[in-house]
């Protein structure tokens, strides 16, 4: 299978949270894969989505302070299951190298996946976009997206901490280290 390296899928997911412990019979979940097409050729980030989910979990206070989500946003939202084949399907993201900011969305990917039996929607291939830009800004220690944002001079698009908005922003730090 060869891979469609003029394209990187870039993904940034929010889950379920809580402030401080997790309440018993609760757990993270993923409530929204926000996806944004990388075009690496020309640098343009040339589509966007957002794939809301529905969680077994609730949706805290707090949860909808960060996301802006609610219970009612995610009542409506599709299974886990429909929102990976989505991605295999229309955005086939087991032929693209894929890229997040940060481990935390490829390891609770990985996790829920495997917990709800569903097959792991992307290729092995992954670029951790913090890490990249840590090691090329040869920074003592990797910083958050809205800071690496500030250090490019580029602007927050969107609302942070929405994953459709987060993976546009995400996608264009990955645009300027690509360009390095």
């Known amino acids: 299978m060869s891979h469609q390296t003029e394209k990187f899928l870039v993904i940034d997911i929010e889950a379920t949270c809580w402030k401080g412990k997790i309440p018993e019979g609760q757990k993270n979940e993923i409530i929204e894969i926000g996806i944004c097409l990388l075009d690496t050729v020309y640098y343009d980030r040339i589509a966007s989505e957002s794939l809301i989910v529905k969680p077994h979990s609730e949706i805290s206070?707090?949860?909808t302070e960060l996301t802006t989500l609610t219970q009612n946003d995610v009542e409506i939202g599709m299974t886990l299951k429909e929102a990976c084949q989505i991605l295999q399907t229309r955005y086939f993201s087991k032929q693209h190298i894929w890229a997040s900011y940060g481990a935390y969305d490829r390891k609770q990917f990985d996790r829920?996946?495997?917990?709800?039996?569903?097959?792991?929607?992307?290729s092995q291939e992954h670029i951790n976009v913090k890490q990249m830009f840590a090691k090329t800004l040869k920074l003592k220690?990797?910083?958050g997206m809205a800071?690496?944002?500030r250090k490019l001079n580029l602007p927050l698009e969107g609302t942070h901490h929405r994953g459709v908005d987060d993976a546009w922003n995400i996608a264009n730090i990955?645009?300027?280290l690509l360009q390095q």
């Open 174 to 176: 990955l645009a300027w």
């Open 61 to 63: 206070r707090f949860c």
């Open 147 to 149: 800071a690496a944002l």
């Open 112 to 122: 829920e996946c495997q917990n709800k039996g569903i097959e792991y929607p992307f």
């Open 141 to 143: 220690k990797p910083i």
